[in-house]
């Protein structure tokens, strides 16, 4: 399976960093995490396109998650591609019934299929297995596990892992245990009093126990910016002990269904 990073940044926006959004792809099906502002065009980039992404899976509903959903919608439509498939938390159906009130021309443009998922839940979404965790946050969300449709593989054993927006905790811990891919919120250095959002240390200090090959820190806020060697440290000295790197947009990931990754 293949990963690339679309947006690695947050709701406060930088030059370099799109809202969060991530791509996962197996030989012929893609699938979008998230869908903040800047992902479309980041996604425009790929090989893929828009065109060739006809589900996306939401961790949560704030909008630097959500705010090129509508986007994506309207250059499906104009790209003459028929159907989007949306799946989140609950209040997804919600969400998007609101937002096409707000835009009335949208609605039934493409065929529309909202799913809502819940913590516990493992299901499909274009051509993964997928499991969910609860998060703890402002708002309720959802962590993913992912493992390729037809691995025979749990998707809560598949080698990739997302936390969403979250602070750290030991339910995360246990949930990613044994991936070798986690991409983790940690949007502040230490010295800013934080909640919602692990700093490195408290990362560090939830992951000492879990296995997890390599951990890519993403959601940074612009006070990380000239401090990613400081944040990879402080998360190695808090006790975790996989391979710690700081994600970047446009990083993409060649990963093994059973063994290591491979960046580019």
């Known amino acids: 399976m293949r990963l690339t990073v679309l947006g690695s940044g947050s709701a406060m926006a930088v030059p370099d960093r799109a809202q969060t959004g991530l791509l996962l792809e197996t030989d012929d099906r893609a699938l979008l995490v998230d869908c ?4 479309l065009g980041r996604l425009a980039g790929t090989d893929v396109g828009y065109e060739g992404v006809g589900t996306v899976l939401l961790t949560h509903h704030h909008l630097d998650h959500v705010s090129d959903l509508l986007a994506l919608l309207k250059a499906r439509w104009l790209a003459g591609q ?14 998007l019934d609101g937002l096409l009130d707000v835009h009335e021309y949208l ?24 499991a969910a965790a ?36 030991d339910g995360i811990a ?21 909640s919602n959002h692990p700093t490195p240390t408290a990362l560090g200090r939830s992951l000492a126990d879990a296995d997890v090959g390599r951990l890519y820190l993403t959601h940074l806020y612009p006070h990380t910016r000239g401090r990613e060697d400081e944040m990879v440290d402080a ?17 993409r990931l060649s990963i093994p269904v059973d063994g290591e990754s491979e960046s580019g």
């Open 36 to 39: 903040g502002s800047g992902v």
């Open 82 to 95: 028929e159907h989007l498939e949306v799946l989140g938390p609950p209040g997804t159906k919600s969400l």
């Open 107 to 130: 609605d039934g443009r493409v065929d529309l299929a909202v799913r809502e998922v819940t913590p516990g839940d493992d299901f499909s979404a274009g051509g993964f297995d997928v």
């Open 134 to 169: 609860d998060t703890r946050h402002s708002l309720p969300g959802h962590a993913y596990r992912f493992a390729p449709t037809g691995a025979e593989l749990a998707p809560r054993d598949g080698p990739v892992a997302f936390s969403g927006d979250t602070e750290a905790f």
């Open 174 to 194: 246990r949930f990613v245990d044994g991936a070798s891919v986690l991409l983790h919120d940690c949007s502040f250095p230490d010295d800013v009093d934080v």
């Open 235 to 251: 998360v190695a000295a808090a006790g975790f002990t996989g391979t710690v790197e700081t994600a970047r947009d446009g990083l």
